[in-house]
């Protein structure tokens, strides 16, 4: 099983629509995938619940709830046994324990980030908090960046852009701003799950993200570099 946990804290960067097209993706390939939701919005839940009985199954966990009473939380968060992605959504202004928690149990952390000066470096300070309190190189889980909302040639994807290289963190996906998003996400959907005429660009910026989760080495020898780049 691959544990893969989208996480931020900075709100609206798109981590529900990341953990949402990818679990939907991931089930439309075929693969038994589930999607845990830490996240009090509940937003990986809602989205759940408007996806149809008919479409591949995602098997959802409202993480973020205590275990009903009489039930262990173990018993609460237990998946399938054949699942083989584990997606997990997280919420903003996640606290530091949180974020050790979620590092220690993930094998991949995807990082969603907006095009925007603000977002650029509070996400720089994410990441130096996932390297330097959470350890992540200590428990082996890699970072990879998701670019989302992108607009071609814009001055602020061009400073994403460089902040991205210094980094030195793996860029995986460049996800576009499009209102299919939107309308996907109303009915429970991946946007490859729409019409292919209006979709099929943005649904090879998911398989090319899945191919790298699939293949993703177990090598974590950067650490120290992205760790340098970020206190800048
Ligand atoms: N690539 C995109 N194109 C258009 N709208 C987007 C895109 N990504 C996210 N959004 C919209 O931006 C808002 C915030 O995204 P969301 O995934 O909920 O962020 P987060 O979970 O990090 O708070 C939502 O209304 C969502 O539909
Ligand atoms: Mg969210």
Redesign the pocket.
């Known amino acids: 099983m691959l544990r893969i946990s989208v996480m931020?804290t900075k709100?609206?960067?798109?981590?529900?629509?990341?953990a949402t097209n990818l679990a939907s993706y991931c089930a439309c390939q075929g693969y038994a995938t589930s999607l845990f939701d830490y996240d009090r919005q509940a937003?990986s839940v809602r989205w759940l619940k408007q996806r149809q009985s008919c479409r591949p199954p995602v098997h959802g966990i409202a993480a973020f709830a205590p275990a009903p009473q009489g039930s262990t939380r173990s018993w609460h968060m237990r998946v399938p046994d054949n699942t083989r992605y584990l997606i997990t959504?997280t919420p903003?202004s996640y606290g530091l324990i949180d974020i050790e928690d979620r590092v220690a149990e993930s094998d991949i952390i995807l990082i969603?980030v907006l095009p925007s000066w603000i977002d650029i470096h509070s996400t720089a300070e994410f990441v130096r908090e996932l390297l330097v309190v959470a350890k992540a190189h200590a428990h082996r889980t890699q970072l990879a960046i998701v670019t989302?909302?992108n607009r071609a040639h814009t001055r602020a994807v061009d400073k994403l852009e460089r902040f991205l290289q210094e980094v030195d963190i793996p860029v995986i996906a460049r996800?576009?701003?499009?209102?299919h998003?939107?309308n996907a996400?109303e009915q429970g959907l991946g946007i490859h799950e729409l019409a292919e005429r209006d979709t099929h660009k943005d649904s090879e910026s998911w398989a090319t993200l899945l191919h790298w989760l699939d293949t993703a080495g177990e090598d974590f020898n950067h650490a120290d570099k992205i760790l340098r780049n970020c206190s800048g």
């Open positions: 931020n709100g609206g960067c798109g981590k529900t629509t990341v937003s959504d903003a969603p989302n909302r996800i576009r701003d499009t209102q998003y939107v996400a």
